[in-house]
């Protein structure tokens, strides 16, 4: 047994340093699923066919449409100069007294309407820089700012959210996107002030050494910024479109849970239970409004380049898709190994309280493939049916399970090897030695709020 479990730590070890040097997910993530099988005395062929590939597409079933309609969508925000518009006047409106604030609320607003968190960090960097610049604020500041409005509280935490590291447990727990509201907008909270403590604490500690903006910096915007963009509210009426229609068909009178008939989805589609089902369609039918919504706001701009743009957006949403899918079918892998009992039992075993252990598991899985999505997809799907068979059995509801799994997968995946850390030092023209301690601090604050709010769910909620 303990060379099986071996097999398992030094497969999941191996796809994390792969992983951070910058090998393709798609490829490693079957290889080293395969090489713990190996190692396990296992059957490759029919593992890999069986196992590896059938859960990696049931994966894309489940979540390509919300991922292609997200990439179209942000791609077409960013075209129409929708998400410039947006960050140039949040950012521009707050001033240089409120730098810091004024990054993260365009990112945070832009994040929780939709835009991925790519195109958020695209759209509001060149602001930021020019804001920072003018209140003479070190722009190594800069990625922390980004990080805290983009990577953590709109994207899993507030309720209603539609990133898709909120939309992963529903198909699991037979929840919707807004689930246990109260904590999510608790959690929000703490990570928002804090983080913005720990930014202006940095800010003052610069000052103190009489640290500006710097010069000699790479990837510098140009400085007309706000030139030729569409007006503010005509800009933010796309996201307005995604949120608010997203709540209407998730939970009032018109919730596509009632579109069609149980008895008919059962019989036709094998679909047993709509709930698991609603979150996504929802999501669809909101994305595809957006889009439109989108379109009209500067059709005779974006159309020039619509093509190609697509063609961008497309390749971009089934390289997330894949990852991520090749990451869920390692896990299920995994979890079919002989080891696997053992290293379950112990995780599960972390706490007898399964919002606490699915914290653990979440938060760990997330850090080793530096994914959010990836460690939650495969934290859920091999420990869900568990955790929410102990939370009935404890009176939890699957609500909680929700929210806690998604925010913890926001908590340790921006290790240094994440992808979405890198993009955003690349796309800043800055280093991890630079301003990753900035980035790891906000990680470190949302890892712990998860754990106070697992830990506090149990006795209020």
Known sequence: MALQILAIILALGLLMLLAYRGYPVIIIAPL??????LLSGGHLLPTYTEVFMTNAATYVKNFFPIFLLGAVFGKIMEMSGAAASIAHTIVRGIGSKRAMLSVVLACAILTYGGVSLF???FAVYPFAAAIFKEADIPKRLIPGAIA????????????????IQNIIPTSYFGTDTYAAPIVGIIGSIIVLIGGLLWLE???????????GYGTGH??????????????FWLAVSPLVVVIVFNFIFSRTALSAKDWYSAAMLNKVFAIADVSKVVSSWSLVVALSLGILVALAIRFRTVKVKLTSSLTIAASGALLAIFNTASEVGFGNVIKTLPGFSAIQHHVFNASSNPLISEAVSVNVLSGITGSASGGLSIALEVMSKQYLQAAHAMG????????????????????PHNGAVITLLAITGLTHRQSYKDIFMITILKTATVFLLAIGSSFFF
């Open 32 to 37: 080293m699923a395969l090489f713990a099988v």
């Open 119 to 121: 195109v958020v960090a």
């Open 148 to 163: 805290l409005g983009a990577f953590t509280f709109t994207m899993d935490a507030l309720p209603g959210t539609p990133q």
């Open 201 to 211: 604490h940095r800010r003052r500690q610069a000052a103190r050494k009489n640290e």
């Open 218 to 231: 790479i990837n510098e915007p140009d400085a007309n910024l706000g030139d030729k963009l569409p007006n």
């Open 396 to 415: 939890i509801n699957p609500e909680l399970l929700h929210r806690i799994a998604s925010m913890a997968s926001g908590g340790m995946d921006t290790l």
